[in-house]
């Protein structure tokens, strides 16, 4: 099984013959590079060209965050497997705007359905849940009849304002109160931790783009313009439901977290090293996890779940077969 390699340190990370190796604090070490799927750099590392061509040719994708754990960007190998009859599908289904919006609605339907299945599981374990319930699916009615994308995004925001405003309600967790959505930098710790895991999962969808002939810059729900990838955002909103606000409510209700673990600096809040490689550990698991999928009759991981959605997807394209998007039946 392949996995994510995380340097929180400083160091230097060189190769060494057929393998990786990492110098820091705590001396050297080597790191086999035969399952890595991809590196998560948090620290400042230090590299070579040398490194970067031997990354390259092993396909290992290097995800670079800031001092606060804020995503900077992604080194991307070569596309070994972009093809351009895809590359060309993606963009005909862009420029049409009735099959754009198809897709787009399709995103967003389905991280509606995966919130939804959120409530649903806490509010069968008592949870006071019923009423952003209500105002969910009064609001998802009228996804079938916009006809734009930013209606549609828009309808999704006040959607997760609502999912959001429940949170203090699932957590009851003095230490951890919503408030409201900030970002950059985010007000709260729980804020915080949305952002930081938010990003994780787009790194990880990228990940598993990588593996695909989809092209990454080329989105729907989020439109495709000079940022550097957008399909992987698509993609995230119908798993962050069930992969991070899940993990989050996991670790609060566990007290894996708490206020402590966070710091206040003048550009904002966030993890220290200690809860960010908890969390990073976490994640790791989450991806891991293994669910009955309804389908496949079998276990399936969620990495896994991801890299199947990337598939349909591009049925879709082909005109194979009418992209639904996953929902989980827990």
């Not at 989450?286 to 959605?309: A, G, Q």
Request: aromatic share 12%.
């Amino acid at each position: 099984m392949q996995r994510t390699v995380v340097l929180l340190s400083d160091g230097e990370l060189h190769r060494e013959g057929n393998t990786l190796s990492f110098k820091g604090p705590g001396g050297k070490r080597f790191v086999p590079v035969e399952n890595i799927h991809d590196i998560l750099v948090f620290g400042e590392v230090q590299f070579n060209k040398r490194l970067l061509e031997f990354l390259s040719q092993k396909e290992i994708l290097l995800h670079y965050f800031n001092h606060y754990g804020y995503y900077m960007g992604t080194i991307y190998p070569r596309e070994h497997n972009n093809s351009g009859y895809m590359i060309l599908k993606q963009a005909e289904y862009y420029l049409d705007e009735e099959r754009r919006l198809v897709l787009a609605r399709s995103f967003v339907n389905g991280a509606v359905q995966n919130i939804r299945r959120v409530l649903l599981y806490y509010k069968n374990r008592g949870k006071k849940v019923e009423h952003a319930m209500e105002q969910i699916d009064q609001l998802s009615a009228e996804l079938v009849i916009l006809d734009s994308i930013p209606t549609l995004m828009s309808l999704e925001g006040k959607i997760r304002e609502i999912y959001y405003s429940s949170f203090d309600t699932i957590l009851e967790n003095s230490e951890f109160i919503f408030e409201r959505r900030s970002r950059r930098p985010p007000h709260n710790e729980l804020n915080a931790l949305i952002s930081f895991c938010n990003t994780l999962l787009y790194t990880a969808v990228l990940g598993e783009i990588y593996k695909t002939h989809l092209d990454p810059r080329i989105g729907y729900l989020h439109a495709t313009n000079f940022r550097r990838f957008t399909l992987n955002l698509d993609i995230a909103e119908i798993f962050k439901p069930i992969i991070v606000d899940r993990l989050i409510f996991n670790m609060i209700g566990k007290r894996m977290l708490q206020k402590k673990h966070f710091s206040q600096e003048t550009e904002g809040l966030y993890l220290k090293d200690t809860a960010r490689r908890r969390v990073l550990e976490e994640f790791e698991n989450r991806l891991r996890t293994t669910i009955r999928h309804p389908r496949l009759k079998r276990n399936v991981s969620y990495r896994r779940l991801i890299r199947m959605e990337l598939y349909k997807l591009e049925k879709h394209l082909m005109g194979e077969t009418e992209y639904t998007p996953f929902v989980a039946k827990w």
